[in-house]
Every structure is written in C-alpha cells, then in structure tokens.
C-alpha cells in the first residue's frame, strides 16, 4: 500500500471532525450570516497539528493546594504552567493582598471584609482552612516568587475585582513593581491586569501603562463594546465562546490579532475543544492534567480529539446552551455594575463627568465569586443549535 500523503491525512481528519450540518440556524433566522459561517469554520482543522496554548494555574494548582497561595503557586509552575491566574483585594492599611473572595471567611479561619482589616497583625496571621495550612500572601510575595531566576518566563494575570478603588490599586501596584531591579524587561511585561469592569482603564492606562490590559468576562458582546479599543486579549468563560457569536468572536479577535483566553477549563474535552479555536491559554484548576491532555495533543492531536470529544459536543452541556448563557450573562453584568458602584456605560464615559456610587450592599460573606457559575436556571433551555 502507497504510503498517505499529508494531503490525505488532512483530507481524511476533515472528513472524521465535519460536524452534522443542522440547517436550524438559517431557518430560524437568529444569526446573521457572519456569525453562522464562523460556526461553521470553527468545526474545520487549521492545520494537522495546532498551536498548543500556555498552561496557566487558575489561583495556581488549587486543586492540589490552597488557592491563592504561595504552595498553590510553586506547584502550578512545577507541573510546567507557563502562566499564573490569581486576585487582589487591598486591606485597610493599603497592603496588596492575592485573594479571591472580598470576604475571608469562605477559605480561611478569618472572618468579614478584607478592606475593614489591615494585614499587619491581622490578615498576616491568618491560615487557609485547606491543608497544607498557608499563609494569603501579597502582591510583593508574589512578584518576589516571579523574580526567582528559575520563574522568570511565567506570566502572571492578575484578576483586578470590581470593589478595588481603581487609583489607589494602581498607585500601590506601580510602587511593586517599580522597586525591583530591571522591572521594564524583567517584570512589567510578564503582569497581565484582568479587568472586568471599564472604570478601571483610564487609571491602568495612567498609573500602569507598561502592564498588559485584558478583559475578563463572559460576553463578546461586551467585550467589543467596553473593552475592545484599550485592551490586547480577552479572558473569557469558555461556554461563551461555544456558539454563534463566541465562534465570531474568536475569528474578530484572530483578525485583530487579539489573544483570546479561556477559564475555568477542568474537562479534557474542553481543553481539546479551546485548542482546536487557536486560544493563546487554558486556565485550568487541573495544571498536571492539562499537561498530560498537551502532550497527548502534540503527539497526536487528530486521535486524540476523535477519542476525547464527542460529535454533538455543542449539545453536551447546558451551559453551552443560550438561555444559560444569556442568563449568567445577565447576572454577570449587574453583579460587576453593583461591586463597582457604576453601570458599564457610566463607567466608559466616567472622563465624561460620570459618578461612581458606593457599591450596593452585596459585598459581604456571602458575596457569589464573579468567576463562579450560578446555579443552573429552573426554566428548561433552548439548544444553542438553534442560534449557530
């Protein structure tokens, strides 16, 4: 037997991955045709083998480790994560701390808000509820971890949360940053401010103009309204990016040579599906597993997409589906407006004489994590099928 050209090795994985052609789409009329043939082009191989994306640990290993922690951090990078994802709140005393919640009570044994408390014995003395027990560590611990020569090649996203006061974060972060040797090649370009909110551009852009500006989110349809002009990537909640308008998205931004991201990804099947879209990097709880899904994905990626994702993976989750989707993009929006004391729109023309209220009462211990999917809505969904 002749042996099998590339063209037909291509040929043949084309013909295996070509989804079912369901014609709902044109029938219902809910997308335009842009948005329907990027669907479509999203289902093809770009190439035998693509560009496997960077591993970065979502609040570090944190399945292996406390999240947020220094331990959390140093594993992530051992399991060969070339990036870290993690959060900042500022304490009373205007210490920069890396921690999730506005709240300390849900992961460690302290209790209320972090802007209430100083760290300098308080939150210094405080140890996560997870074992191995560990300290939250600070901004400038964290830079220190970064700055090992060892650690010089990972990036670092830094997920800004609505309630921080925009200038007063940004000052505290330029004085770090600034105090280590060689910051404008050696650290500066390895920090990647996550922001979800647009009130916090003008100050990045003012205090922090060297540090990368990414939108974090799950709607492109905010993200090229707010955010597509200052910002150079988008980290978005992968089930937004499933359908119709994620897949446009995804090309918009390839066009515009805009690195897009994806969180939190933990199933093997939606590491290999964010792949196949060409996505700069996984944020992953899993590092270790991501590592293995990469390898076998670089050995063999046609074999193992065929093994690991299924043909109507579009259809395998209700969170890919659009009523869940519009939901939690709903809810999204008004819990960042609410944190952040200011809608979207006041917030982008805020030069413009817009005011930043106090953020509504929602910011106490029981306060939902941005990055946490709500539960599922009890009304039945409408396959996303019938928007692509």
């Given at each position: 037997?002749?042996?099998?050209?590339?063209?037909?090795?291509?040929?043949?994985?084309?013909?295996?991955?070509?989804?079912?052609?369901?014609?709902?789409?044109?029938?219902?009329?809910?997308?335009?045709?842009?948005?329907?043939?990027?669907?479509?082009?999203?289902?093809?191989?770009?190439?035998?083998?693509?560009?496997?994306?960077?591993?970065?640990?979502?609040?570090?290993?944190?399945?292996?480790?406390?999240?947020?922690?220094?331990?959390?951090?140093?594993?992530?990078?051992?399991?060969?994560?070339?990036?870290?994802?993690?959060?900042?709140?500022?304490?009373?005393?205007?210490?920069?701390?890396?921690?999730?919640?506005?709240?300390?009570?849900?992961?460690?044994?302290?209790?209320?808000?972090?802007?209430?408390?100083?760290?300098?014995?308080?939150?210094?003395?405080?140890?996560?509820?997870?074992?191995?027990?560990?300290?939250?560590?600070?901004?400038?611990?964290?830079?220190?971890?970064?700055?090992?020569?060892?650690?010089?090649?990972?990036?670092?996203?830094?997920?800004?949360?609505?309630?921080?006061?925009?200038?007063?974060?940004?000052?505290?972060?330029?004085?770090?940053?600034?105090?280590?040797?060689?910051?404008?090649?050696?650290?500066?370009?390895?920090?990647?401010?996550?922001?979800?909110?647009?009130?916090?551009?003008?100050?990045?852009?003012?205090?922090?103009?060297?540090?990368?500006?990414?939108?974090?989110?799950?709607?492109?349809?905010?993200?090229?309204?707010?955010?597509?002009?200052?910002?150079?990537?988008?980290?978005?909640?992968?089930?937004?990016?499933?359908?119709?308008?994620?897949?446009?998205?995804?090309?918009?931004?390839r066009e515009a040579k805009?690195?897009?991201?994806?969180?939190?990804?933990?199933?093997?099947?939606?590491?290999?599906?964010?792949?196949?879209?060409?996505?700069?990097?996984?944020?992953?709880?899993?590092?270790?597993?991501?590592?293995?899904?990469?390898?076998?994905?670089?050995?063999?990626?046609?074999?193992?997409?065929?093994?690991?994702?299924?043909?109507?993976?579009?259809?395998?989750?209700?969170?890919?589906?659009?009523?869940?989707?519009?939901?939690?993009?709903?809810?999204?929006?008004?819990?960042?407006?609410?944190?952040?004391?200011?809608?979207?729109?006041?917030?982008?023309?805020?030069?413009?004489?817009?005011?930043?209220?106090?953020?509504?009462?929602?910011?106490?211990?029981?306060?939902?994590?941005?990055?946490?999917?709500p539960a599922a809505p009890?009304?039945?969904?409408?396959?996303?099928?019938?928007?692509?």
């Amino acid at each position: 037997m002749a042996p099998k050209t590339m063209e037909h090795v291509r040929s043949t994985a084309e013909r295996r991955l070509r989804p079912l052609r369901l014609p709902s789409a044109r029938i219902m009329g809910h997308v335009n045709n842009t948005s329907y043939d990027a669907v479509l082009e999203s289902f093809r191989l770009r190439g035998v083998a693509p560009d496997m994306p960077e591993c970065w640990g979502h609040r570090g290993a944190s399945v292996a480790f406390p999240e947020n922690t220094i331990a959390s951090f140093e594993r992530a990078i051992r399991d060969g994560s070339e990036g870290l994802e993690s959060d900042v709140h500022i304490t009373a005393d205007d210490v920069i701390i890396m921690f999730h919640d506005a709240a300390l009570g849900r992961t460690t044994d302290g209790k209320g808000l972090i802007k209430n408390q100083n760290w300098d014995g308080n939150i210094e003395n405080i140890r996560t509820l997870k074992q191995p027990f560990q300290q939250i560590p600070t901004f400038r611990q964290a830079c220190d971890l970064l700055m090992r020569p060892e650690n010089q090649h990972v990036k670092f996203n830094i997920d800004i949360k609505p309630d921080n006061q925009p200038e007063r974060l940004f000052k505290l972060m330029k004085e770090i940053v600034e105090s280590y040797p060689d910051f404008e090649s050696k650290l500066a370009p390895r920090l990647i401010l996550g922001l979800w909110h647009p009130i916090f551009l003008d100050a990045a852009l003012k205090f922090v103009p060297a540090l990368r500006r990414v939108h974090i989110g799950g709607s492109p349809m905010a993200a090229r309204t707010y955010f597509w002009n200052h910002c150079d990537g988008f980290s978005m909640w992968f089930p937004s990016l499933v359908g119709a308008d994620g897949q446009a998205f995804l090309q918009e931004a390839r066009e515009a040579k805009k690195d897009v991201f994806v969180w939190t990804v933990n199933r093997r099947d939606e590491m290999i599906e964010a792949t196949r879209w060409g996505v700069k990097a996984i944020l992953t709880d899993k590092t270790d597993m991501f590592q293995e899904v990469r390898k076998d994905m670089a050995s063999d990626y046609i074999s193992t997409r065929s093994e690991q994702v299924g043909l109507f993976f579009r259809w395998a989750s209700w969170k890919y589906y659009m009523f869940p989707i519009f939901f939690y993009q709903t809810l999204w929006i008004s819990q960042i407006e609410g944190r952040a004391g200011i809608s979207f729109k006041d917030g982008r023309s805020k030069e413009d004489g817009a005011t930043r209220t106090s953020p509504v009462s929602i910011l106490d211990e029981k306060t939902m994590p941005l990055d946490d999917a709500p539960a599922a809505p009890p009304i039945a969904p409408t396959p996303i099928s019938a928007t692509a």
